[in-house]
Every structure is written in C-alpha cells, then in structure tokens.
C-alpha cells in the first residue's frame, strides 16, 4: 500500500511557474513509477507527465512538453513536477498517481494509487 501526498499547488500569474511535489506515506515511493494528471473544471481527466521507477525514462502530454518538467529525488523520497511558463489552461487540481506502468511505446498507464490533488490556479 502506498498514499500519494501532493503539495504545492497556488496562485500564480500567468508565466510564472510552480514546482509541486509528491511524497507518500506507507511503502517507499522510490519503488514505484510516478505519474501526474489533472482535472481542469469541466473537463475529463489528463494525463500530464510520468517517470519509470528506475531509468529515469519521462513522458508528456504535448500540451506541456517543452514547459513540465517531471524528476523524482530518491534520496528524498520524492517526485517533482516543475511548471514554468504556466497559462490560464493549465489551471487545474493536479494528481499525484503511483504505480502505474509504462507501455512498449512509451504510453504511461495508471496506477491504482492517486493522492488528494493540489489545485493550481494560474491568473490571466
């Protein structure tokens, strides 16, 4: 078992960025592939960015590639997603999911773990 916990989420204007983070409590979450989605009010749930457990291999959904950067820290014990130029799309409750897996392709797949999400709001 494993309970994603995200922060760093906020306000922030439109170019700016945020860096949020995921930890978790019960099993290390090193030992799992992380991944982050969002959920824009309104709209269907999205997948943002991924990281394999230990090669470091990273994917993103064009709408933030260039932008996101997603790295996890195992000494830490965490996953970042940092979010530079940030723009009034991007606003949504942003999930930190666990144990997923990656396909052939590259396509991450969803674990079964999700944390609380942490709402970022980006101003125009």
């Known amino acids: 078992q494993v309970q994603p916990v995200e922060s760093g989420g906020g306000l922030v204007q439109a170019g700016g960025s945020l860096r949020l983070s995921c930890a978790a409590s019960?099993?290390?979450?090193?030992?799992?592939?992380v991944g982050w989605y969002r959920r824009a009010p309104g709209k269907l749930r999205e997948f943002v960015a991924a990281?394999?457990?230990?090669?470091?291999?990273?994917n993103y959904a064009d709408s933030v590639r260039g932008r996101f950067t997603i790295s996890r820290d195992n000494e830490k014990n965490e996953v970042y997603l940092q979010m530079n130029t940030l723009q009034p799309d991007d606003t949504a409750v942003y999930y930190c999911?666990?144990?997923?897996?990656?396909?052939?392709?590259?396509?991450?797949?969803?674990?079964?773990?999700w944390g609380q999400g942490t709402q970022v709001t980006v101003a125009s």
């Open positions: 999911n666990v144990d997923g897996a990656f396909q052939y392709s590259g396509v991450y797949d969803a674990g079964k773990y």
């Open positions: 990281i394999s457990r230990s090669t470091g291999r990273t």
């Open positions: 019960g099993r290390p979450l090193r030992a799992y592939p």
